[in-house]
């Protein structure tokens, strides 16, 4: 196998790892206790990754006191309120503050 590998200008790499993490836009995912592999196959890398799947959300997630809290200091909706929170990290005042310009 290893020398029709080498024929066709491949070459395979085991990789040690502890994890392995794809990040999205809205989410981690999170290899765990992953087996890598490293393929060189005519100057291109490209990874082969296998183990235990773990999703993380990057979305934050407030809690509905302080969405409310927000709602009846800006005087909003409920999606302006989380919008708010959202664009301020979690911060409460600097949220209402944001709606209420």
């Given at each position: 196998?290893?020398?029709a590998m080498k024929?066709l ?13 794809i ?11 992953p087996s890598?592999?490293?393929l060189k196959?005519?100057?291109q ?5 296998s183990?235990?799947?773990?999703r993380?959300s990057?979305?934050?997630d ?6 409310k809290?927000v709602?009846q200091?800006?005087e ?6 989380v919008?708010?929170?959202k664009e301020?990290?979690?911060d409460?005042a600097?949220a209402?503050?944001?709606l209420?310009?």
């Amino acid at each position: 196998m290893q020398r029709a590998m080498k024929k066709l200008g491949m070459q395979q790499e085991e990789i040690e790892a502890d994890a392995v993490i794809i990040r999205t836009p809205k989410e981690d995912i999170i290899i765990r206790n992953p087996s890598v592999t490293k393929l060189k196959i005519m100057g291109q890398d490209t990874y082969q990754v296998s183990g235990e799947e773990e999703r993380r959300s990057l979305e934050p997630d407030f809690s509905e006191e302080d969405i409310k809290t927000v709602m009846q200091q800006a005087e909003c909706d409920k999606d302006s309120a989380v919008n708010a929170l959202k664009e301020s990290e979690g911060d409460l005042a600097q949220a209402i503050l944001k709606l209420k310009q």
